[in-house]
C-alpha cells in the first residue's frame, strides 16, 4: 500500500498495465517524453521505449482513428486526450467507428480501447477546459463511461478499462487530481494523503466497471453522484443533517441500476448532482430510470442539481459549479415535500 | 527527381496492348491470366447484383463499373496478412483475394448466413480473413485507422503491412488529413491509396483537388513518395502496388498513391448521374475499358483468344449464377429469412449489459 | 395554397429566403448543380447564382466552420449535412464555435446559421444512414434544435430557423419526405397530398420557434414525439382506443415546457416516444422535466418508447424501429396501472 | 518556380542589420520606429500580465516573447475591416491596430469592464473593431472560419481580406486541412499564416512537421503560393504580408505563408518547460531577437539611437503600468469585482429561453 495522489493511481494503473501487458500502448498529445500536461504518464517512456510510450501530432481524431486501427490489430491503446472539451474532433472516430466495430464487423473486429480526458471544472479553465461532455458518451451504443472519484478507484477502474473488450471513455474530474474537493473553494485544499481513499495498492488490481459504491448509507435521501460531486453530496448531506444515502455511480454505462432502484426504494426521495450542463445531461437518464422504475416508493420528484445550460464561465465559476449551497437547497427542498 | 511523379501518369500498357516502360512489371502469364477473369468475376457479381436490387431483393448496391483493375491488381500484388481498409468499391479486393461470392451476396441480401447477421447495408462487409477491413459508411475513417494497423504492426516487428483506400472525393474529409500526417511523422508501413474516378456522386474531382494539379500532389506536401498511375491499367497498378509494397516491407515507410479512373456507372442504385452528367460522358473516357485492355495485351502476347475470352465470360456468368442461387436458398431481404431480431441485441458490447438485456426482453425476442 | 411535399416545402422554404434576403447562402455536398441527393436543394443554383448556392467538397466540418466564419462576417448560411449520421466531423465547430460565438465574444460576434439534415430510419439505411442525433444537440447550450413532421410546418420553420439569430439544427426526418409514416412498413405509403398538412402556402410565413403543436386532443395521456412518431403516436392511440394527447414538440430547444406541463397536469399520465436509443436520448430529458414539474399530478409511471440502445440494424429495422405495438403496449401500460 | 519558396526561407535583415535581396520593402521611417515601438509595447504588456498572474490577480496568462515581429508588422501591412482569425499568441495584432492596452487588461483580470464579462479565460480575446475575431479555446477550429469569411467577403464584391493564424503544432488539427482545402477550391482572398515557433507545448515542431521539411510545403500539395519567411524579421514579415494582401485584393487568391520563430518563454503560465527542452535552447536560437534587429536596423539608418530606445523602453514601461493600474481599478480575478453573475446567462440565446429564465430564478441572480 501506498499514499497515491490520483494522477499517481493513474499513472499507476498504466504502469502496471504496461508490465503485464506488451499489447498496451500509450500515446497522446505531451504524454511521452514529457509525461502529459497534467504528468499521468510521467517517467512511462523511459520505462517501457519510444514504441509504448509517444507523443501525437495534435489531432485527436488521428490519435483516437489510430488507436481504432490499433485495436482492431490487436493492440490495447490507452489514448489520452489533453482536456475532455476536446475530444470532440475524434468524436466521430469514437461513435461510429470504435463504439460499432464488433457490431457492424459481425465480431471479427473489436475496439478495445481507452480514452483518458481530464474533465470538469472548478480550476478556473473557463468555456474551454471545464467542460462535462459524459452524457454525449452514454447516449452512444457501445461505448463505457467510466468517472472515478478518488486514487483507490481510479487505478482500479482504469485497469479494469484496458483490460475490458469494449472501448471505454475514462473521465478523470480534474479537480480532484491532488485532492477530494467539496466545493468550498474558499477553504484549503484537502490533499488525497488525508484520506482513506488515497492509500493505494501498489500492484495489480481492479474495480469492476458497473458497480456504483455507497459513500454514505442513509435513510432519508438517495444521491446520486460520481466525480467531484461525490464530495460536494457529502459535505451538503453533513451540512443540510439530511440522513442521505450517497452512492457514487464510478461507471455511468454499464449503469448499476440495482443498486439506484434499491437504494431509492428504500429512502423514496432521490436528489441527483452533477457538473454537466442539465439538458440532456446523464442526470436526465438519471431522473427517467428513477421515475420509471422506482415510481410507487416516491415521495417527492426527483431533483437535479446541475452546471447551468450555458458554457462554463470563467469569473463566475462559483456561481455555476454545484456547489454544497445548491445542493444543500435541493436536499431541503425533497425533504420539505415529504 | 521524386517529386514529379505526383504530376505525371504512370501506364505500362500502350494504345497496342504492349507492356512498355520502366514500369513494365514481371508478371507470369497465369498471373495475367488470372487477373483478367478475376475483373471478368467482379463484372459479372456486379450486373448480378444491380439486377437483385431492382428486383427487389435487397435495398442498395453499389458497383465497380470500369474501376476493377484497381482493386483487383492491387490485390495479387500484396500478400495474405497484409490488411486492406477499403471504401464500398473495392469488392474487387474480395474476389482476387479469394472471398467465395456466396458469402458476399449473403451480406448483400442480408440473410441467414450474413456474416454480418444482417446489420449493414449492401456492401458494407467485413472480411477480416481476407484481409478486408469492416466498411464503415462515414467515408475517410478507415484511413487513419489503416494508419494505426501499420503502426501496431511495426511495433510487433511484423512485415505486414496495411493499405488505406478512398474515393478522390472522400480526400476532403478531415480523416484523409490525419492518415496523411500520422503517416510522414510515424512512416509506418502503409500504402495510401486514392481512387481518382473523378466523380464523387454528382460532384466533379475539381471540387475535391482544388488549386491543386493532381492528388497525388497531396502527397507531396507531407514529404510523402507519390505516384499517380493509370487505374485502368492493370499492369501498371500491379507494379505501382509491388513497389510501394516492397517499399513498406523494406522499413522505408509510407507511399501515396492515385489511380485515375472513371465511375463508369451510377454512384449507387438510390443514384441516377443523369441528372447530373452528360449521357455519353462515360464513353467519351479516354482511359478505356480495363478488362478490354488487359485482354487485348493478353491476346497480343498470344496467351489468350477472342474464344476463350468469349468461353471465361459465360463460365463465370454461371459461376456467379450458381452463387446467387445457392445465397437466395439462404434468403433475400425483404423476404426472409433472417438471422434471429436477438442478433440486434448482441455485439453490442462483449457482455450484455442489463440495460440491454432488460430492453431485449422488453423486444420479446 | 399548393400541395407539397416536404421535400418541395423544404425547398420553398430555402427560395422564399432566398428571395428575401441576398445574405442567404446555401451549401454543402451536392447542393448545387445537382439539387441534393434528396434533391431539397433543386433549382435553387439555376435561380440564384453560384455565389448563393453552391457544392462543397466533402468535409463537414469545413462546410460548418466556412459557415461559422460566413455568419460572424453576416451572411445567414443554411447548410445540408447529407445525412445526420454524417453531422459528427463538423460537431466541433457546432458545439465549441457555433454554439458559443456570441457568449464568448460578449455578442461581438454571432452565428446565425442554420444546419438542415435528413435524420431518423425506416428507409433499410441500417446502421450510417438512419442516426437519430438530435439528444447531441439540444445536450449544447446555445444551438437550438428543431424537428418538423410536415410540409406546412417544415416550411414555416425553416424560414423562422433561417432568420433566427441563433445556430439552429434542423432534423429532416427522411422516412416523411414524401408522405406521413404511421409505422405500418407492410402497408401502402400516402404521400402528402392527401394530408392536411400538405397544404402549403408559396410565400414568405413562418411557425414560431419553441412552440409545440397540438395533434389531438385528449383526456388520458399525453404523448410527447416529434417528427415521424407523430403519426405513430396518432395510429397507435386509434389502434389502442387510448383517448391521448398528442403533442408535437417541434422544437427540441427551447422547448414548450408549459404546453407539456398542462397537458400532463391535465392527463397525469404521459408516453414519450423518439427513434433515437434510449439512454440519454431526447426522451430522457422529457421524462425528467415532466417527473419533476408534474409529479403530484402523475398516476402512472412517464414511459420511454425509443429506439434500442444498439446501432440501427439493416435487415431487423422494423424490429428496431418503435412503431405502433410497441407504443400501444406503452399507451397499455400506463392506463393499466392507474 | 514559385513551389521551391516553400522550401526557403524569406529574409531581409542581414546580420550587420542592413534590408537586403528582392524582398526589402518600401516602408518609411515612420513605420519602422512605429514597429519597434509596437514590439516594445507587447513585449512590456507581457511582462506585466506575467507578473499579475504570479501575483495571483488573475488565473491565466500567455506571452509573445521573442515572436513580436509577426503579429507587429503583419497588422500593420494591413487594413482596417480586414479581420484576423488569431490564436492566444497573436496579442501583437491588437497593439499595432492601436486597441488600448487597459480593455485587454480588463479582459486578463475579468473585471467589471472586460468586453467579455469574466467569461473567457484570460487571452481569450474578440475584438471586432479592431480586426479580431474572437478566439476559441480548441485549436485550429477559426482556420477554416476565417476561409469562411473571406468568401463570404468576396460574395460582396468588397476588397477586404482575412487572415487565419495557426501554430506549427496546431496545423496537425483537421480544421487546418479543411481550411487550406476550402481555400484551394474556392480561392477567396484569405492569407493563412502558420506560426512556426518550434515548440508546441513539449512537442517539437517536427512532430507535426513529419517528413515534409517544412510547413509551407503543406500549401503545395493544395497548389497555393506558399511562402517561407523569417519571422524575426520584421521587414520579411512586412513584405511577406504585403505581398500576399495585395495578391489577395487583386483577385488571386489565397496564399500561406509559414513564419520561423521561437518560443522564447514558457508555453503559458501554467507551464514550466525546464522538464522537457534544455535551458540555454532559447539562447542558442539562431533567428536572434526581433526587437533587437529590428533596433540595429533603425540605428544603422541613422533614424534610431541607443538613448531614443531607453528612453522608449522606460516611456512604454510607464504607459503599460498606467493602464494596469486604471484596469485594476476596475477589478481583479480573485478580488473582483465582476460583471453581475446573471450576465452568465445572458448572449447564450439572443433571447433567453423559458428553460434558462427559470434557471437564472433558481441562480437567484
Ligand atoms: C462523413 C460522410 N459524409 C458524407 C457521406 C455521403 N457520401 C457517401 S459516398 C459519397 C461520395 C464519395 O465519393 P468518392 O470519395 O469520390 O468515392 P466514389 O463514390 O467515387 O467511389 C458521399 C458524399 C458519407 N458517407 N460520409
Ligand atoms: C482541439 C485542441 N486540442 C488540444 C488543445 C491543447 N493545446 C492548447 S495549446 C497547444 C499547443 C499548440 O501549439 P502551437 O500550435 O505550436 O502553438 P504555440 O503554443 O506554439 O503558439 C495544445 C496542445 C487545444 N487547445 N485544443
Ligand atoms: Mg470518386
Ligand atoms: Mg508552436
Known amino acids: ?338 | 527527381m521524386m517529386r514529379e511523379l505526383a504530376y505525371r501518369l504512370i501506364r505500362v500498357l500502350d494504345a497496342e496492348g504492349r507492356a512498355v516502360g520502366p514500369w513494365a512489371p514481371e508478371i507470369s502469364e497465369e498471373a495475367l491470366r488470372e487477373g483478367l477473369r478475376d475483373m471478368l468475376k467482379v463484372r459479372a457479381y456486379d450486373t448480378r447484383m444491380t439486377m437483385a436490387q431492382r428486383q427487389g431483393k435487397t435495398s442498395f448496391y453499389m458497383q465497380a463499373l470500369g474501376e476493377e483493375a484497381i482493386a483487383c491488381a492491387f490485390a495479387r500484388a500484396l500478400r495474405p496478412g497484409d490488411m486492406h481498409f477499403p471504401t464500398y468499391r473495392q469488392q474487387g479486393l474480395l474476389i482476387a483475394n479469394g472471398c467465395p461470392v456466396v458469402r458476399l451476396m449473403n451480406q448483400i441480401y442480408s440473410n441467414t448466413e450474413d456474416p454480418l447477421q444482417g446489420r449493414q447495408m449492401p456492401v458494407f462487409y467485413s472480411e477480416r480473413d481476407y484481409g478486408y477491413f469492416s466498411i464503415s459508411g462515414n467515408l475517410a475513417s478507415q484511413y487513419i485507422q489503416a494508419v494505426g494497423w501499420a503502426m501496431a504492426q511495426a511495433m510487433d516487428g511484423k512485415d505486414g503491412l496495411s493499405v488505406g483506400w478512398i474515393g478522390e472525393g472522400a480526400t476532403a474529409e478531415s480523416d484523409f488529413y490525419s492518415a496523411m500526417l500520422f503517416a510522414s511523422t510515424y512512416r509506418p508501413p502503409v500504402i495510401l491509396n486514392i481512387v481518382n474516378n473523378q466523380w464523387a456522386i454528382s460532384s466533379r474531382e475539381s471540387l475535391a483537388r482544388g488549386s491543386s494539379p493532381t492528388f497525388a500532389a497531396r502527397g507531396v506536401g507531407f514529404g510523402l513518395p507519390a505516384l499517380r498511375v493509370d487505374g485502368n491499367d492493370y499492369l501498371a497498378v500491379y507494379a505501382a502496388a509491388k513497389w510501394a509494397a516492397e517499399r513498406a516491407r523494406a522499413g522505408l515507410g509510407p507511399t501515396a498513391i492515385e489511380f485515375l479512373t472513371y465511375r463508369t456507372g451510377a454512384h449507387s442504385t438510390s443514384d441516377d448521374p443523369s441528372a447530373y452528367r452528360p449521357k455519353n460522358d462515360s464513353e467519351a473516357w479516354p482511359l478505356g475499358d480495363p478488362v478490354d485492355r488487359l485482354k487485348q495485351h493478353l491476346i497480343a502476347q498470344d496467351i489468350w483468344t477472342e474464344e476463350r475470352h468469349a468461353q471465361a465470360v459465360a463460365e463465370i456468368d454461371i459461376e456467379i449464377a450458381e452463387a446467387q442461387k445457392q445465397a437466395e436458398k439462404n434468403g433475400t431481404l425483404h423476404d426472409g429469412p433472417h438471422s434471429s431480431p436477438a442478433t440486434m441485441f448482441e455485439d453490442v458490447y462483449k457482455e450484455m449489459p442489463l440495460h440491454l438485456r432488460r430492453q431485449r426482453q422488453e423486444a420479446g425476442v
Open chain 1, 1 to 338: 500500500m501506498a499514499r497515491m495522489t490520483m494522477i499517481q493511481a493513474i499513472r499507476s494503473a498504466m504502469d502496471v498495465a504496461m508490465a503485464r501487458d506488451d499489447n498496451v500502448v500509450v500515446f497522446g498529445e505531451d504524454v511521452g517524453f514529457f509525461g502529459g500536461v497534467f504528468r499521468c504518464t510521467q517517467g512511462l517512456q523511459e520505462k517501457y521505449g519510444k514504441h509504448r510510450c509517444f507523443d501525437t501530432p495534435i489531432n485527436e481524431s488521428g490519435i483516437v482513428g489510430a488507436a481504432v486501427g490499433m485495436a482492431a490489430y490487436g493492440k490495447r491503446p490507452c489514448v489520452e486526450i489533453q482536456f475532455a472539451d476536446y475530444m470532440y474532433p475524434g468524436y466521430d472516430q469514437l461513435v461510429q467507428d470504435a463504439a460499432r466495430m464488433r457490431y457492424r464487423s459481425g465480431g471479427q473486429f473489436e475496439s478495445p480501447l481507452v480514452v483518458r480526458m481530464p474533465t470538469g471544472g472548478g480550476i478556473f479553465g473557463g468555456v474551454n477546459h471545464s467542460q462535462s461532455p459524459e452524457a454525449l458518451f452514454a447516449h452512444v451504443a457501445g461505448l463505457k463511461t467510466v468517472i472515478p472519484s478518488n486514487p483507490y478507484d481510479a487505478k482500479g477502474l482504469l485497469i479494469a478499462s484496458i483490460e475490458d473488450e469494449d472501448p471505454v471513455m475514462f473521465l478523470e474530474p480534474k479537480r480532484l487530481y491532488n485532492g477530494p474537493f467539496d466545493g468550498h473553494h474558499d477553504r484549503p485544499v484537502t490533499p488525497w494523503s488525508k484520506h482513506a481513499l488515497g492509500e493505494v495498492p501498489e500492484d495489480y488490481y481492479t474495480v469492476p466497471l458497473g458497480k456504483a459504491a455507497i459513500r454514505r448509507e442513509g435513510a432519508e435521501v438517495t444521491m446520486l453522484v460520481y466525480g467531484t460531486m461525490v464530495y460536494v453530496a457529502e459535505a451538503a448531506a453533513e451540512e443540510a443533517g439530511v440522513d442521505a444515502e450517497i452512492i457514487d455511480l464510478r461507471t455511468l454505462l454499464p449503469l448499476d441500476m440495482e443498486a439506484i432502484e434499491k437504494s431509492v426504494q428504500k429512502t423514496g426521495r432521490c436528489v441527483i448532482v452533477h457538473e454537466a450542463t442539465r439538458t440532456c445531461g446523464y442526470g436526465a437518464e438519471l431522473a427517467a430510470i428513477v421515475a420509471e422504475n422506482c415510481f410507487y416508493h416516491l415521495e417527492s420528484p426527483v431533483v437535479r442539481v446541475t452546471g447551468w445550460d450555458t458554457p462554463y464561465p470563467h469569473a463566475h465559476e462559483w456561481d455555476y459549479f454545484p456547489g454544497p449551497a445548491r445542493v444543500g437547497a435541493a436536499l431541503k427542498k425533497v425533504m420539505e415535500k415529504a
